[in-house]
């Protein structure tokens, strides 16, 4: 069985350019989080979706970052304009339904922002 | 920002060394996970625990829920190379599905052949 996938596994962008993060959790998790990892950090959540409803974007930075999961699957987390200090590990995970589900996570995509 | 308080930081030990690691938190947490990170790759959960006094082995790894709910320990016996990596210690604080996951701030592990 496929993990979660994501893509790209690298990205180096300016600063003020937009940047997308895609995700394809494990087929039949209905629950998709997006965290971020600092370096030397452990990962901290931006975002959880239950099916297609985002149920917890309370970390979310909103005035940049966006996401979205409209099918219910597969998701993309946007930043629009990217800063220096977003420079991280950008962390997909899945899990499906019941209390204190295991989460699986993707690879990760490494955001450099120069 | 993060609440668990994770140490060491970082430790280097000799091939067959046992090691011990630990978690603690000044609020109630009502399960803790261990995971590990190698480089490049998520964090892969290596135990789950689920009750305040609960003692889980996985293989050569040992962790504990603190009877106070609010620490943790990992342990891993004899250990191998392949054991490099980061460890990070995680818990729900909520008692409802998808209550929030808070992480540790890692213990980076070396292990010398």
């Known amino acids: 069985e496929a993990g979660v996938v994501q893509s790209p596994r690298y990205k180096i962008i300016e600063k003020k350019q937009p940047v997308a993060f895609w995700c394809n959790p494990i087929?039949?998790?209905?629950?998709l989080y997006w965290y971020l990892q600092n370096l030397g950090q452990g990962p901290e959540l931006l975002i959880r979706y239950e099916n297609e409803e985002a149920v917890d974007d309370s970390q979310l930075p909103k005035d940049r970052f966006s996401a979205e999961r409209l099918k219910g699957v597969d998701s993309t987390l946007k930043i629009q304009p990217a800063e220096l200090g977003d420079s991280a590990v950008y962390l997909c995970?899945?899990?499906?339904?019941?209390?204190?589900?295991?989460?699986?996570f993707g690879p990760g995509t490494r955001l450099t922002v120069l | 920002g993060q609440q668990l308080n994770q140490s060491p930081q970082s430790m280097f030990i000799q091939e067959g060394e046992d090691v011990s690691m630990n978690c603690t938190s000044s609020s109630i947490f009502n399960t803790w996970l261990w995971y590990k990170q190698d480089p490049g790759e998520g964090p892969v959960l290596l135990i789950a625990l689920y009750k305040a006094g609960e003692l889980t082995s996985n293989g050569r790894l040992t962790a504990q829920f603190g009877t106070t709910r609010k620490d943790s320990f990992l342990n891993i016996s004899a250990s191998i190379p392949s054991d490099v990596g980061i460890y990070f210690c995680a818990g729900h604080q909520g008692e409802t599905s998808g209550s929030r996951l808070t992480f540790g701030e890692g213990t980076q592990l070396t292990v010398n052949p």
């Open positions: 087929s039949g998790h209905n629950t």
């Open positions: 995970a899945s899990s499906s339904g019941g209390l204190y589900n295991e989460q699986f």
